[in-house]
């Protein structure tokens, strides 16, 4: 013991508010530990009035339940709950509270009442319980008055009430996304500032909640489980064309609590690679219920974080079902009236795999998506690119001649040069012969690797396509049918060596020092070996030492990361070896092509055009758009030619 400073017990007033500031830190925490009330008491419709940002008041109503008197004498004591009773229960929770500590909190920094019944509690930090009968009526009403009012360290450091106001409003849109089944109101200084009815879907929620009602029919629900139903999530998601640049709009639940979880944030990113430009970020809502004996939800004072038992099958889940959605609904948009059974039997097979791959898996963590709420979109975004026109493109007999630049240190941008066949020629084909006669079995079966001359009816050859030359240092001027395209030089190049790249077999390389994976359970053990084959195809070749120990002897001959990369990607991420290749591809095939403001000779040019043109999906790998168009009607208008 210090002789200066010896150890005392804090009196319970001190006590109370030090335990009070871990929960309630502003008023938007009162919202939320008094909306989780409201909502476990079983009610249908609750109403949220806030005065002063939150600072002056805040009144949260409900129809639940209520309290009887014996309740509300001790409702506001440190840890009195009527959620759990037992050390037991806490790995078995069903409500949003559970540890009895919100009503004491509140009443340790403000002035705190309960109606409900017929009677009154009010109590604050500076005087006991006092509890008053009155008019009866049902359910419950609980209100904070004067936040910090006895504790003006803390309310010094509160903003004004408008962004107190504002981070309430936000909680309260938290607290009602997953609840889709009760009614919501939030009143700000005695004004209805949003109205939530009762709904029957999450999407229909989060539209109305987070002000995307009018792009409604732009957000989708995707839906996956466990096999054993140990977990389901729903993901409520955005088309490309509604995006962010920061992550703030990517919000999971966890058993209805909205939580801060990176790696599963991480996932929904994952599946989006590719189909968003550079930088910017989806628009998602990921709602998990998953067996409360797999989740630890007391790490965090306020809730906030959780502890999975194992999270790598989930976080697999929810990317693999991301990624399939918007593969299939791009697909989808080219020719809507095809079933999805074509989709998934043809196109995933033999437009987006190599030939030489297994289609085939049989993987416990492969996972299936389908489309719901809303048909099929259409993700023309800023390309301009309609449904059919990609089943009209352009496609070219002509090889491609060599780029002239000043360093070529690479013949990979010429390997698509001498590939005639295209992936949108037998998209073209295909979608033709949905009405014909079924072929033959001894027709030559079809193989992006082969060369075929054929073309499809509708292809455009090079000699209807004006080129005008190069604008800015990297669009092509391109005219089609009345129709001015800018092509970005860098984006087409990129993106067919891309295709190039994934339609191509892996070829390997040898370590001559292997990398060494360590598994840290048997989940990792079972993934590795679900995804061996599939490794093989992509040209890293796995090899099992026994005791979770892994060896990597050979990789893909573009590979440029490291152990640890690998080990990460792997085990910790769980990247499927399909979008391991698409990283490699696509880092590969952004740093070999001509870059802006390169030379390109007018054939040369032209070519490139043509195949841009071409391309079943007019994005780079990176999600921009390949080209974009505007229409002689458009330019018309543009420049007062005609009026609307």
């Known amino acids: 013991m210090s002789l200066t400073r010896p150890v005392r017990i804090l009196p319970p007033e001190v006590a109370r508010k030090i335990a009070a500031g871990e929960v309630i830190d502003r008023p938007n925490a009162i919202v939320r530990e008094l909306l989780d009330n409201a909502i476990d008491s079983g009610a249908d419709s609750i109403t949220v009035e806030i005065y002063g940002g939150g600072i002056d008041k805040i009144r949260v109503i409900d129809n639940g339940s209520g309290m009887s008197k014996e309740d509300m004498e001790v409702a506001a004591t440190p ?59 049902s359910g419950t009403t609980v209100q904070s008055e004067n936040l910090f009012q006895n504790f003006p360290a803390r309310r010094m450091f509160l903003k004004r009430p408008a962004t107190e106001g504002k981070m309430c409003l936000n909680t309260f849109i938290e607290k009602a996304l997953p609840f889709y089944n009760i009614e919501f109101r939030f009143y700000q200084d005695g004004e209805l500032k949003l109205n939530l009815p009762k709904e ?21 629900t995707q839906t996956n489980h466990a096999a054993d139903k140990s977990w389901t999530f729903d993901l409520i998601i955005g088309e490309p064309g509604i995006y962010r640049t920061d992550r703030k709009e990517i919000s999971i639940f966890v058993n209805n609590r909205k939580i801060n979880e990176y790696s ?34 007391n790490i965090h004072p306020a809730k906030k974080e959780v502890r999975f038992k194992d999270s790598s099958e989930l976080h697999h889940s929810v990317s693999t079902t991301t990624a399939s959605f918007f593969k299939n609904s791009t697909i989808k948009s080219l020719k809507p009236e095809l079933d999805s059974t074509y989709y998934e039997n043809t196109f995933n097979r033999e437009l987006f795999e190599s030939p030489l791959s297994d289609s085939g898996n049989n993987s416990p963590y492969s996972a299936s998506s389908q489309l719901s709420d809303s048909g099929s979109a259409s993700y023309s975004g800023e390309s301009g690119l309609s449904r059919y026109e990609r089943l009209n493109a352009p496609t070219s007999r002509n090889s491609f001649n060599s780029i002239k630049e000043k360093s070529y240190n690479s013949d990979l941008r010429s390997v698509f040069m001498n590939n005639t066949s295209s992936y949108a020629s037998k998209l073209a084909q295909m979608a033709s012969e949905q009405d014909s006669p079924v072929p033959s079995s001894s027709s030559q079966e079809y193989s992006p690797l082969s060369k075929n001359d054929s073309q499809p009816l509708n292809a455009v050859s090079p000699d209807e396509i004006k080129y005008f030359g190069t604008a800015l240092g990297v669009f092509l001027l391109v005219e089609k049918e009345n129709t001015l395209y800018l092509i970005d030089q860098h984006a087409a190049h990129e993106r067919i060596l891309y295709d190039s790249i994934m339609t191509n077999k892996a070829r390997s390389q040898k370590l001559l020092i292997p990398y060494e994976l360590e598994s840290q359970n048997e989940a990792d053990d079972e993934y590795l070996e679900s995804v061996k084959d599939q490794l093989e195809e992509k040209g890293f070749i796995l090899k099992n030492n026994g005791n979770g120990s892994y060896q990597i002897t050979e990789v893909h001959e573009r590979w440029t990361g490291t152990e640890k990369d690998l080990q990460t990607m792997l085990l910790d991420q769980k990247i499927p070896p399909e979008k391991l290749m698409n990283h490699i591809a696509a880092s590969t095939a952004c740093k070999a092509a001509v870059k802006d403001g390169y030379y390109l000779d007018p054939e040369t040019a032209k070519e490139l055009a043509v195949k841009a043109l071409s391309l079943p999906d007019p994005h780079c790998p990176h999600g921009r758009p390949v080209w974009t168009c ?4 458009k330019m018309f208008e543009l420049v007062k030619r005609i009026t609307k």
């Open 79 to 137: 840890h009195a709950t009527s959620k759990i009773s037992t050390e037991q229960d806490l790995l078995n929770l069903s409500t949003l509270g559970f540890r009895g500590e919100a009503l004491s909190s509140i009443a340790a920094v403000s002035k705190l009442t309960i109606y409900s019944g017929e009677y009154k509690l009010e109590t604050s930090v500076t005087e006991k319980n006092k509890i008053t009968q009155g008019t009866p009526f």
């Open 200 to 220: 029957d879907s999450l999407k229909k929620r989060f539209t109305a909640a987070c002000d995307y009602a009018k792009q409604k029919d732009l957000f989708f």
């Open 264 to 297: 599963l944030m991480q996932a929904i990113e994952y599946g989006c690679m590719g189909y968003f430009p550079n930088g910017t970020h989806p628009v998602a809502a990921l709602f998990v219920t998953i067996d409360s004996k797999l989740v630890d939800f």
């Open 630 to 633: 505007v229409t002689k009607e």
